[in-house]
């Protein structure tokens, strides 16, 4: 009841502030040169948004605007010389009702009076993920199989701007294009293309100075010395649980072994908790780094030999690193009953399955001596992302955004 009602109001205010500035959008036009980008959680320096927005400033030709809510994100990127606005306020406002498109991806940008500067722009949605998990419409439909509710819930959701018809929507492979994207946004069309953030395997970590706003520098420093030393790196980054359980269940003598095996083997982990994940991590310092859940870890991957992770999609990325990918999946069963799993595991999960720490330990052990699993993280990666190199991903939104037409509300 809670939720349906916190759902109501946002698409009440949603609506209201679409009314509220309609017509200022009827009487201020939009520069057709103009990229508003924002980044999720109000604008941290992250995900999609973060390496569109940095590929984007080698072309001159447009005026593209990071758009943030945090100051220190502001800061940064002002002493780094890069256009930012802080929203709220009125120069942020009158910029995006200016603004002729706007780069996101997440749903969150409709948020707090976003959706209704940017109704009538062009958004193209990035989105943060591809992996096994139904999203947006196809997982609505899922939960909701009434057809009466569930058009009611649509029509709520595009009050308050989270449905909306995008004017393109990335899509990083025609699998995906078909099975998940068509199913799950409106859009006037799907983009053809890999994920702007997958250049990390070619982004220096210390010497692009826009690349490093936004990581865990100390984290990342760490890592770097640790990994010149020859010590194997693991990144360890599970996902958030619906139910709010711990998404890293560890016994006492589970950490002791834990500790145990990374001495022995040389081995050093690096935990990143989903930024809504309330997991307490408590392993040795001297084998472990925590890695800032909010900040981007994506300059980290260029120098980690292995992940483990659950229902994470960071993995999918990570096949474009071709290293070992095991997945540690102790509550699999509990899991799914609260988040709808839309293909067979096994199709979409190329390396070692493990739901105890003995398990995922001898896993990770073999993996690192003799990866396995090549052929198939070929095979999947193939099926993602087809033949898209990242490198280009952001040419393909700009060359997109150069056509002419696109949505209107």
């Known amino acids: 009841m809670k939720g349906a009602t916190g759902v109501v109001a946002r698409a009440a205010a949603g609506a209201l502030i679409w009314l509220l500035f309609l017509p200022l959008r009827l009487l201020i036009p939009r520069r057709t040169d103009w990229i508003a980008v924002l980044g999720r959680g109000d604008g941290h320096f992250v995900d999609n948004c973060k390496y569109f927005f940095i590929g984007a400033q080698s072309?001159?030709?447009?005026?593209?605007?990071?758009?943030?809510?945090?100051?220190?994100?502001?800061?940064?990127?002002?002493?780094a010389g890069a256009q930012v606005v802080r929203y709220p306020s009125l120069g942020a406002a009158?910029?995006?009702?200016?603004?002729?498109?706007?780069?996101?991806?997440?749903?969150?940008?409709?948020?707090?009076?976003?959706?209704?500067?940017?109704?009538?722009?062009?958004?193209?949605?990035?989105?943060?993920g591809v992996g096994f998990k139904r999203i947006e419409l196809d997982r609505w439909r899922m939960e909701q199989p009434n057809p009466a509710l569930f058009r009611l819930r649509c029509v709520l959701y595009q009050l308050a701007g989270r449905l909306y018809r995008y004017d393109a929507v990335l899509a990083t492979s025609r699998f995906y294009a078909r099975e998940l994207f068509e199913r799950a946004f409106l859009s006037d069309g799907l983009l053809a293309a890999n994920y702007p953030r997958n250049t990390f395997g070619r982004q220096p970590i210390a010497h692009t100075t826009l690349v490093s706003i936004g990581t865990d520098v100390d984290t990342l420093a760490r890592a770097a010395s640790w990994s010149q030393r020859g010590l194997k790196l693991v990144l360890v980054a599970p996902t958030f649980r619906d139910d709010g359980s711990d998404s890293l269940p560890m016994s006492t003598g589970e950490r002791e072994v834990l500790e145990t095996f990374c001495r022995a083997r040389g081995v050093r982990l690096i935990v990143k908790m989903h930024p809504l994940d309330r997991t307490h991590v408590s392993i040795d310092s001297e084998i472990a780094a925590v890695y800032a859940p909010r900040l981007d870890v994506y300059p980290l991957l260029r120098l980690v030999d292995a992940l483990v992770t659950d229902y994470s999609s960071i993995y999918m990325d990570f096949l474009m690193a071709d290293r070992p990918i095991l997945f540690h999946m102790p509550d699999l069963e509990r899991y799914v009953a609260h988040r709808d799993i839309q293909f067979e595991l096994t199709d979409m999960t190329p390396g070692a399955r493990s739901t105890t720490w003995d398990d995922l330990l001898r896993n990770l052990d073999e993996q690192l001596r003799h990866d396995g699993y090549r052929d198939e993280r070929a095979r999947l990666r193939a099926i993602a992302f087809d033949d898209h190199d990242p490198a280009d991903a952001v040419d393909a939104v700009l060359r997109h955004l150069r056509q002419p037409g696109g949505h209107r509300a």
């Open 94 to 128: 009158w910029f995006l009702l200016r603004a002729g498109a706007a780069v996101v991806d997440t749903t969150e940008w409709s948020q707090r009076g976003r959706y209704g500067l940017l109704a009538d722009a062009r958004v193209v949605q990035l989105w943060h």
């Open 59 to 79: 072309d001159p030709t447009w005026r593209v605007v990071y758009v943030t809510s945090h100051a220190n994100v502001a800061k940064a990127l002002q002493r």
